[in-house]
């Protein structure tokens, strides 16, 4: 079965503070994708990034980073010297073939909180 | 950039109507998918369609139809709207075939209340 845990319902912090998301996941697969989006209070959800199983290099975005490791099945989000800008809800998402045929399947998402 | 735009941000209409939620992308994208957002239950696939006029069902169909007569253009209809259909729908596009793990492009959404 695939599937994709986010604990973290939700998560409040005071602007300029570093947080991380975290994003657990669960797959049979040897060649996955992983990715998340953004989704702010007007409602749109926003690709952010996409990683495939084979490459675990981190990425960094400005003030963006993801963290990938395939040993604990985890691919974590960071956010650096946060802004109220970055208050939303974060998904993560799972694409393998396996059951679903590459459909995503979707965390339950993390609302963060960035106080002024 | 790729534009997705959905027909309305916000609609209510009235159990038993048939209700038509409208799609657009613009970037020819072959995949089209329509979610239901739900609080505490996530993102939901309703239905996707990976070519004109072919479509296939998601985790929750029922209720609901699709139509994709144009490949820009993603059709949701609910057949007789109930008050449990009253949700946010969001509307997708993502290229590739079938199989596919692109990123999927969304749009801003509907808020859909059913009275």
């Known amino acids: 079965a695939q599937k994709v845990t986010q604990a973290q319902t939700e998560i409040s912090v005071v602007e300029k503070e570093d947080v991380t998301l975290d994003c657990v996941y669960e797959t049979r697969d040897t060649t996955y994708y992983l990715f998340w989006y953004k989704q702010p209070p007007s409602g749109e959800l926003v690709f952010l990034i996409r990683r495939n199983s084979f490459d675990e290099q981190n990425e960094i975005s400005g003030r963006y980073s993801w963290n990938f490791q395939k040993s604990t099945s985890s691919f974590n989000f960071t956010i650096t010297a946060s802004q109220v800008v970055d208050s939303a809800v974060y998904f993560c998402?799972?694409?393998?073939?396996?059951?679903?045929?590459?459909?995503?399947?979707w965390g339950a998402g993390t609302k963060l909180i960035i106080k002024p | 950039d790729v534009k997705v735009t959905q027909s309305s941000r916000y609609l209510v209409k009235r159990t038993g109507e048939k209700v038509f939620l409208e799609c657009v992308q613009d970037m020819d994208h072959e995949n089209m998918f329509w979610y239901r957002q739900d609080p505490g239950l996530g993102l939901r696939l309703i239905y996707f369609?990976?070519?004109?006029?072919?479509?296939e069902k998601g985790d929750i169909p029922e209720g609901y139809s699709v139509s994709r007569e144009k490949k820009e253009r993603f059709s949701l209809i609910l057949e007789s709207a109930s008050t449990n259909q009253t949700s946010m729908y969001l509307c997708?596009?993502?290229?590739?075939?079938?199989?596919?793990?692109?990123?999927?492009?969304f749009g801003d959404g509907t808020r859909l209340s059913i009275l």
């Open positions: 997708a596009s993502s290229l590739g075939d079938r199989a596919s793990n692109q990123p999927q492009h």
């Open positions: 998402a799972l694409s393998a073939l396996g059951d679903s045929n590459y459909q995503l399947i």
């Open positions: 369609s990976y070519d004109v006029k072919m479509k």
